[in-house]
């Protein structure tokens, strides 16, 4: 049964201070439960040694900390560890750690499935249920930094919003999430380690761009011929190509930040020359890097299959020739649908 008292988390540390202040304490108490909820990740109000039992009891009295729980963790074996995690309200997204030689990146989810449609990924198939709270993104990346200790022994070293969902349907919770996991009084990672990947909603990149954010942007685009992304990915009906490449012009004009393309080549459907010349038209407008992604199949996703290395070594030599960046990344976390495109509560 979900709660009737407040999340305390959802208060300011100036509503935390009136909240005090209203009762008769010092406003200053306000600033001590701030850094134990953003600091300290305290879980209950028992955790907070620096109040007297009287002043934890009436914060019990008003609030909760409706905190994450893992209900799962699966381990891949090539390190990659991913978390069904249960939401107060008993609902479960997933996320993801991802042990490199010389980081760890957390792999987090915005929504409780997603508000978008790509026919090649897992989460597309769920229902959106609702956006996550700040708190509950921020409960992610928690998790994860804990287990990067636990099992690398090393903090936790990048982040990307790349598990279930679409960041920017979700813009000022995830923005939110962000500032609490950057700021010196919440977790004080640096924003140049944490990227937010979208599949491209123009009006909320030039958002972003407007509110001259600090982190890196990703765009999964996968096709750069109109027909063909529409095909794959039928919201591009309503955001097209054009009006995404305007806001990235944008976003880069505003920024300075390069903008990378995330890209699965398949056989078939962008595996051609013009699909080739086609993103390197589409890379040529704003300083960029394309990172071609491994294909993880879904149940039964006949529709799509991995293209050869002989597609994917065309892509490279013809990026590579035309002076633009190009990585191929190896999928993780395969044999536990860990990977990027697979994340569907397949593990509850």
């Known amino acids: 049964m979900v709660s009737k008292k407040k999340d305390i988390r959802a208060l300011t540390k100036e509503q935390l201070r009136d909240f005090f202040e209203s009762h008769g304490e010092k406003p200053f108490r306000g600033n001590q439960v701030y850094e134990w909820l953003w600091q300290k990740s305290a879980h209950s109000f028992d955790k907070m040694t620096n109040l007297s039992k009287e002043t934890r009891k009436k914060l019990e009295e008003y609030f909760v900390i409706n ?35 010389e980081r760890t990146t957390a792999c987090v989810s915005s929504q409780v499935g997603c508000s978008l449609d790509c026919k090649f990924c897992a989460t597309a198939r769920l229902k959106k249920m609702r ?43 995830v923005l939110k999430a962000i500032d609490k996991i950057t700021s010196p009084e919440g977790l ?70 390069r903008i990378t393309y995330e890209y699965v080549v398949w056989e078939g459907i962008n595996d051609k020359d013009k699909d080739i010349r086609a993103l390197i038209a589409f890379c040529r407008f704003a300083p960029s890097k394309v990172n071609l992604i491994e ?3 879904i149940d039964d ?37 860990a990977a990027c495109g697979q994340l569907a509560n397949k593990s509850i």
């Not at 990659?80 to 042990?99: F, M, Q, Y």
């Not at 890196?216 to 919201?235: Q, Y």
């Not at 290395?309 to 013809?318: L, P, R």
């Open 67 to 101: 905190h994450i729980k893992v209900d799962q963790l699966q381990k891949s074996s090539d390190g990659t560890i991913k978390n069904a995690v249960r939401l107060h309200d008993g609902l479960v997204v997933e996320s993801v750690l991802i042990p490199a030689k």
């Open 131 to 173: 956006n996550l709270n700040p708190d509950e993104i921020y409960d992610q990346v928690v998790v994860i930094n804990n287990e990067s200790e636990l099992y690398f022994n090393r903090p936790l070293s990048n982040i990307v919003f790349m598990g279930m969902g679409e960041p920017l349907m979700n813009y000022n919770n």
């Open 188 to 257: 004080g990672m640096s924003p140049k380690r944490i990227t937010v990947s979208t599949s491209g909603v123009p009006k909320m990149i030039r958002k972003l761009a407007d509110e001259e954010v600090k982190f890196k942007l990703a765009v999964s685009l996968h096709s750069a011929i109109e027909e063909i992304r529409t095909s794959i990915m039928p919201f591009n009906a309503t955001f097209n190509l054009k009006d995404l490449r305007d806001s990235l012009i944008y976003w880069y004009s505003k920024t300075k930040s």
């Open 301 to 337: 996703s006949a529709d799509f299959k991995q293209a050869s290395n002989d597609a994917i070594n065309k892509y490279v030599e013809a990026l590579e020739q035309n002076g633009i960046i190009v990585t191929v990344r190896r999928s993780r976390g395969k044999d536990i649908d």
């Open 295 to 297: 294909y993880n199949p």
